[in-house]
């Protein structure tokens, strides 16, 4: 069985079996609630996975294309020459690009953003009083602080007094907050589970190829615990498989450019006997 398809059948279980659990034990925060996204998760005190503030979460989920990326180009790097090619090369920027349109920019607001806003969403910003602001929607997508000093006619409608040093970024709530971090570990996993693959066909490995491999199958099972403690946790059920259903399309997505360049190479010619 191939790595890819083992991932896929890790991660699959992975999203299922931590959605379901969500469900009948009802662990799950909706991230989509203005009301409640901005407060500590309930089971934040008991369950230290359940906080936002974990360490997972800090230094790693937030940050985990760059730690795919850098694992992925170290095996990519240290591999022998057999195994550094050029689709290989192609398919992990054909992810990132992918991942870019999703998450930072598709003509101006990311698919993301642009989800939520169809799908009724609106920009909130939350104040210290509980209460939840709308905003328009360009408020959202620049990403900058507001408060009572740079947008006064921001806040002329609320009935809670702010201090003019008070400020707070605005966030795109409601509507159908498709879950990122499922879809972007989902993707890492399928990413990193196949561009492993080569090196498993080699009769031996270099020691810095070695350490290579050993940090992606590292990463790789992080990225597995991971998806689990957020499909527990964090975002609604359908949230959840939204975002590993896209996380499924783009990484097919992804092979496109690498599989043509593979079809469109010169094959050798058996030689003469």
Known sequence: MSTTRLAFIAVSSVVLL??????????????????????PHPL????????????????????AWGWTSAAFLLAW????PSTRTVPRLTRWFSATA????????????ALFERIVLASGGECVLSLPS????????????????????????????SSFVLPSEWRATPRLRKGHDVSGHIFLLTLSILLLAQQIAPSFRLTRWSTPHAVAMCANLTLIGIWLFATGTTSVYFHSPGEKITGYLLALVCFIMAQIPGNALVATAPREKPHAN
């Open 98 to 109: 992918v991942w870019l349109v999703f998450t930072a920019w598709f003509f101006g607001p």
């Open 130 to 157: 509980g209460d939840a602001l709308s905003l328009p929607a360009e408020y959202c997508h620049t990403g900058a602080a507001v408060s009572p000093a740079t947008h006064p006619a921001l806040f002329t409608t």
């Open 77 to 80: 790097g240290t591999g022998p």
């Open 44 to 63: 934040s005190k008991t369950h230290r996975w359940a906080s936002k503030g974990n360490p997972l979460n800090v230094y790693f989920i937030k940050k």
């Open 18 to 39: 931590g959605t379901a659990y969500s469900v009948v034990y009802n662990t799950y925060l909706d991230t989509s609630n203005p009301l409640l996204t901005h407060l």
